[in-house]
């Protein structure tokens, strides 16, 4: 009979047409790993939940970690372009953005009207060349308590976004507590908050929370067939049969000696930023048994 420190695996599906997991990247160039990471994973449970953003995340951040590739997708890259060239200025313009009002009204330079426009004037009937770009340092306005932008870029900034596309993952998430493991399941299919799989822009598809499991990581990836996602994967050819030992990556509990530390331990999700402590993992094929689990889930 399993005891109260039996370990037990949550099992996560992540599938959806795009996906993003950063690791290291910034505003100009936004990267994407190859496969979920804890933090993300990790930040997805706690939305679910509904926790503050500053509070602390306890034995959500101490499960053990897996993810196994059932279909690892393919690079995609985004090339984004924000703000630049002109727009026509409209009322709350100028009545939100100082500098934009002071622009648009002591300019020595003619301000040419549109086309349709009755009369000349600022307030819808103009534009400002080369004036839009990306706000930065967003904050209320002491007076009027709007938001304006402390610094406006004129230019237009161009931005490198990469997501993996039509990717599906099995994640596990392994602790003793299965009543903790019961919440998080709940929550992620009745969330608190909106979900996606590493970026706003990428909502997933279907079931979340697939079932828990007694045992370890390693038992649950290997007593658990490939998702459905994952027909015809490696092959290009939708009716073939999918690779049956797929990669899976698993949480280490001590530093490894040879390899290198992942820096996506969640710490804190701070409305600052995140704070993230290291971790390390190991790689390794999965056969999936022939008795394998298989799925009723939505996709």
Excluded at 13 to 20: D, E, I, T, V, Y
Excluded at 66 to 81: E, F, K, W
């Amino acid at each position: 009979m399993s005891g109260a420190t039996d370990p037990h695996v949550l099992l996560v599906r992540l599938a959806g047409p795009l996906q993003s997991w950063g690791i290291t990247g910034r505003f100009a160039r936004r990267d994407t790993h190859s496969r979920p990471t804890k933090s993300g994973v990790i930040g997805l449970c706690a939305a679910a939940l509904g926790l503050p953003r500053e509070e602390p995340l306890g034995e959500l951040a101490e499960v053990r970690f897996g993810v196994r590739a059932d279909r690892p997708g393919t690079s995609l890259r985004d090339y984004h372009t924000v703000g630049g060239g002109r727009y026509p200025l409209r009322p709350r313009d100028l009545i939100t953005d100082h500098q934009r009002a002071a622009k648009a009204t002591t300019d020595p330079s003619p301000v040419p009207p549109l086309d349709d426009a009755p009369e000349p004037g600022p307030f819808g009937r103009a534009e400002l060349e080369a004036w839009y770009g990306s706000p930065k340092y967003v904050t209320a306005d002491p007076a009027s308590g709007a938001l304006v932008s402390a610094q406006l870029r004129r230019h237009s900034l161009i931005t490198e976004r990469w997501y993996l596309a039509d990717a599906a993952f099995l994640v596990g998430l392994e602790h003793e507590d299965r009543a903790l493991l019961e919440r998080v399941a709940h929550a992620l299919e009745h969330p608190k908050r909106l979900l996606w799989l590493g970026r706003k822009a990428c909502p997933p598809s279907g079931d979340l929370a697939v079932g828990i499991a007694p045992g370890s990581l390693r038992d649950a990836f290997e007593t658990h067939a490939l998702l459905p996602d994952a027909v015809g994967y490696g092959t290009g050819s939708p009716g073939a049969r999918p690779s049956a030992r797929p990669w899976a990556w698993f949480e280490s509990p001590r530093p490894i000696p040879g390899v290198g530390p992942l820096s996506d331990q969640p710490v804190r999700f701070g409305a600052d930023g995140a704070t993230h402590g290291l971790r390390w993992e190991t790689r390794h094929r999965i056969t999936i048994a022939a008795h394998a689990r298989g799925w009723d889930i939505i996709l």
